[in-house]
Each structure stands twice: as structure tokens, then as C-alpha cells.
């Protein structure tokens, strides 16, 4: 990071003091995660993912896609541009090796019925409640991830108009009944593990 950039994130508050005083660039970088996605990556919701403890792999993959604009986000495909590739691979890393800490959200019981019921497809990559990805280094948990996220995120995937890569999950969520979007995003979000 060149040194009118620090300065800037400096400035700004971005930066923790002692991540900058270690002279640890990436965790450096990292802190200025931390307003959106949480100190760690654990992110205090309820649109915004915790992002630490997810696959390297997951990570980079969707940054490098954010940047190149294979992937759609109003706020991450902007920020990232300014990364290098080094940078993207180096915060992947340091945020993979972070816990992932589930945020289980309460969930009315009928709703949380609902969503399992209509959770089927989601089952074969993510697992039964979120936990155990069929694929660890690519596929993210999302058990205890945030619901309204999740939910967002599917919605994206059901429109043709954005671009979302993952082929899979476009088939799969738009296949999903649009009253049950929310539900299956709420099953996930409401479980520890």
C-alpha cells in the first residue's frame, strides 16, 4: 500500500492503531474491513456477511470476481478495484484464518418449518443446516450467517439482469418459490451449527 494511501486510511480512522504499528500490511488492510463486516470479519449484521472463517478459496474467488465485474455488488465491486491481486489473495487469507462465528438469529417457528421444507436444493452444496459445505474450500458456511444477507443475495441470483457467476446457485435459487426466499434465508441464519 503506498504511503499516501495509509496516510489517507490513517486519517480516516480506517486503520487500527495497532495493526498500522506492527507494520502488518494485510492486517492493516484488513481493519478497514472491519466498519462494514466486523472486527474478525464477524460481522454485527443484518445485511452485511461476517466473512471471517470462510474458505480462502470462496474468498478470493468472489473478490477477483467483484473486481473484474463477473460478480455484482453496488459496494465491493468499487472498493476492490483498487486492490492488487496480491492483496486479494492476502485478505482472503487472513480472514480464512479467522474463526467463523455463527450469529443465530431467532426465527418464528412456522417460518423456520418453511424454510427447511423448502431448504432441499440448498442441501446438497451447503449441507443440512448450513454447516457442512460438500466442497469446504470453496463453498461458504452460512449457518448463523445473516439472514436479510442471504436473502439479498438470492435475489440477486434470481434476477438474469445482475451478474452473479455461480451457475448452480442461479438454477437453484430461482427455482425456489419467491415466498420462500426468505424463509430458506431465515432457516440458515437461525442455526449454530
Known sequence: MNKRVILALATAGLLSAPAFASG???????ATC??????????????????????????????MQ?????????????LIKGYSDQQIADLAK??????????PQPVDAKILAQGKAASERCTTC??????????????????GQWAKYMELEMMKYRDNAVAMPHR??????QRLKEEDVAAVAQYYAAQQK
Open 24 to 30: 502488518d500490511k494485510t492486517a492493516a488492510l484488513a
Open 34 to 63: 472491519n466498519n462494514c463486516h466486523g472486527t474478525n470479519g464477524v460481522s454485527v449484521g443484518p445485511s452485511m456477511p461476517s466473512i471471517g472463517g470462510l474458505p480462502e478459496a470462496y474468498l478470493r474467488t468472489v473478490m
Open 66 to 78: 467483484w473486481k473484474s465485474g463477473e460478480r455484482y455488488s453496488a459496494t465491493m465491486s468499487r
Open 94 to 103: 487472513y480472514f480464512a484464518a479467522k474463526p467463523w462465528v455463527p450469529q
Open 126 to 143: 451447503h449441507g443440512d443446516t448450513g454447516s457442512q459445505p460438500d466442497d469446504p474450500a470453496e463453498t461458504p458456511q452460512i449457518h
Open 168 to 173: 448452480r446457485m442461479r438454477g437453484n435459487t
